[in-house]
């Protein structure tokens, strides 16, 4: 079998985690075994139809009033607990900020092995391969974990969601708090203001650099996010340091990986360090006034120009296509 941990916010499935189950699904389908998922915590029976739906043929509900707010300690023992119940072959995560710290958790109280923020993964003579960028997204790396179960974080926004028919059988299970207290806990959760959605999460990207010149400009790509459903407003570095935006919209090495269906990046050079946060986005687009910015090389399409340019008439058409 190979489990999925399943990340909920406010009783809703995080996408990044029904993309983790439609892959998991499609390689334990190759396998001959089943997919299964996994949620902690209470009040989460009617997620059932929806990770069956992603090819769930079982669901686990770890149960505990204790685990409804997030802890790392915590929630590794009850997967481990989990785990080692039911022995799963594969243990699958979104590589999402939840799943990037509670997957190698998981995996260090195990004792094995951890693929993280894979981009590709498939099955080769019976075993499965994982493939991830290193350097920065200079290379990619693939490769097998000799350890079991696998543990293994996917990056979001890369896997398709499946279609699966099945019901989905719901197993509770009576998830324990371990004897020793946690040392780090979620206490709140703040929202983001005007409930702006995580670069993780967004399908389309707007990102501006330091060619924005100044925060009041970020104002002009979040004017442009509110034209376009599901997206969000990016930064690089230079611009988050520059105080322009918080650092919550950083993209890059020290900021967060996305992997949106478009990315648009407005006045950022393309430094490597911004690439290996959004080179793997589907479409990118880069205006730049200067024609030798080395995001060009990645781009699929690139406007050389002045980005107050042409910001304008890219809002008015999208006014347009909206009304
Ligand atoms: P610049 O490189 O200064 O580029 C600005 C661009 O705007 C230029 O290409 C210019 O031609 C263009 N421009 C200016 N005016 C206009 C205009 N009117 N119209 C159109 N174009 C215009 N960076 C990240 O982004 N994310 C990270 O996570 C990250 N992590 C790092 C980690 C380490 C350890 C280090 C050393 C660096 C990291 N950096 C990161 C910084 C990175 O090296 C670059 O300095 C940074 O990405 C540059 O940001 P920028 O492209 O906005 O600025």
Known sequence: MILTYIETRDNKIKKASLEALSEAGRIAAELK???????????KEGLTAELAACGAAKVYLLENAAFDQYST????????DLVKKTGPS??????????????PRLAARLGVGVASECTQVAVKDGQIEFTRPVFAGKALLSFR?????????????????AQAAGAGELI??????PASP??????????????????????????????MKGPENFGLLKEIS???????????????????????????QTGKTVSPNLYMAFG???????????????????????????????????????LFQVIPPLKEELKKLRS
Do not use: C
């Open 226 to 252: 509110e034209l376009i459903p599901r997206s969000a407003v990016g930064a690089s570095r230079s611009a988050v340091d520059s105080g322009w935006i918080g650092h919550q919209h950083q993209v890059g």
């Open 145 to 161: 974990l000799t350890s079991s179960p696998q543990i293994v974080s996917l990056r979001p926004n890369v896997f398709p969601l």
């Open 182 to 211: 946690a040392t780090g806990r979620v206490t709140e959760i703040l929202q983001e203001r005007g409930g702006e959605m995580d670069v993780t999460e967004a399908d389309i990207i707007i990102s501006g650099g330091r060619g």
């Open 73 to 80: 300690q915590d929630y590794a023992a009850a997967l481990a």
């Open 33 to 43: 075994t089943e997919a299964a998922a996994a949620i902690v915590g209470t009040g």
């Open 172 to 177: 509770k299970e009576a998830a324990e708090v």
């Open 268 to 306: 950022i050079s393309g430094a490597i360090q911004h690439l290996a946060g959004m080179s793997s986005s589907k479409v990118i687009v880069a205006v730049n006034k200067d024609p030798d910015a080395p995001i060009f090389k990645l781009a699929d399409f690139g406007v050389v120009g002045d």
């Open 90 to 103: 594969a243990v699958f995560f979104s590589a999402t900020s939840m799943g990037k710290d509670l997957s």
